[in-house]
């Protein structure tokens, strides 16, 4: 089993749309999360650390469901330039990266 | 300007050429990193480092070296390139002030071709 998998996707969203996925994660004694956003190939940029009791940044909300071993992420009100690959990475004394769910926004 | 530059962008290289990615960060960062990623697979870690002359293997290291002799720079060789070794590479940097809850600082990428 994967460290860490994610729904490759993808999803295709109207604008204004919301969009949510799951990361699903194999080590209980994971230490701590984060979404980072890729666009095409280029590097990848953190967006937001999760954090147990779940957290806000604008338009975007992460979860962490321990119980179950998953993260999630919702994207409100999806624009344009929300089109990217999101990968859900875990911290258990080493990073494991998902291979990432790609979101496609439509005008 | 904070950043991790990595030289060259891209290469296109015979089998058993032997190569160097370079990898430099100007944050004073302790961590050190290389991924390489392929589709459907992710980023995986090949090597990493927690401080100058300290390094260890990530999950794919077979076929990769690493040094880190100054705290900025964390090259990737290759003695022997393979085809099998044609992938984007990223060098990661990060300090471990909050151990590995801190922001991972990419590189731009490399994309190799091993013919």
């Known amino acids: 089993r994967k460290e860490v998998e994610q729904d490759p996707g993808p999803f295709n969203v109207p604008e204004g749309a919301t969009v949510a996925f799951n990361c699903t994660y194999s080590n209980s004694a994971s230490q701590s999360f984060f979404w980072y956003r890729q666009d095409c190939r280029k590097e990848p940029k953190l967006l937001m650390s999760?954090?147990?009791s779940g957290n806000e940044d604008g338009r975007f909300t992460a979860q962490l469901n321990r119980a179950s071993q998953y993260i999630s992420l919702l994207i409100r009100d999806s624009k344009l330039s929300d089109s990217a690959t999101y990968l859900c990475?875990?911290?258990?004394?080493?990073?494991?990266f998902g291979a990432g769910t790609t979101v496609t926004v439509r005008a | 300007e904070a950043q991790v530059t990595q030289n060259p962008r891209y290469l296109i290289t015979v089998t058993g050429k032997k190569l160097t990615v370079t990898c430099s960060q100007n944050m004073n960062h302790e961590y050190m990193s290389w991924y390489r990623q392929d589709p459907g697979l992710g980023l995986r870690q090949i090597y990493y480092s927690m401080n100058v002359e300290v390094t260890d293997k990530g999950d794919v290291p077979e076929g990769y070296k690493v040094s880190r002799k100054e705290k900025r720079n964390f090259p990737l060789i290759l003695e022997s390139p393979s085809p099998n070794q044609t992938s984007l590479y990223f060098c990661a940097s990060s300090s471990l002030a909050g151990g590995l809850r801190d922001t991972q600082y990419f590189g731009p990428g490399t994309r190799l071709t091993v013919l």
């Open positions: 999760v954090y147990s």
């Open positions: 990475v875990v911290n258990d004394y080493k990073l494991s």
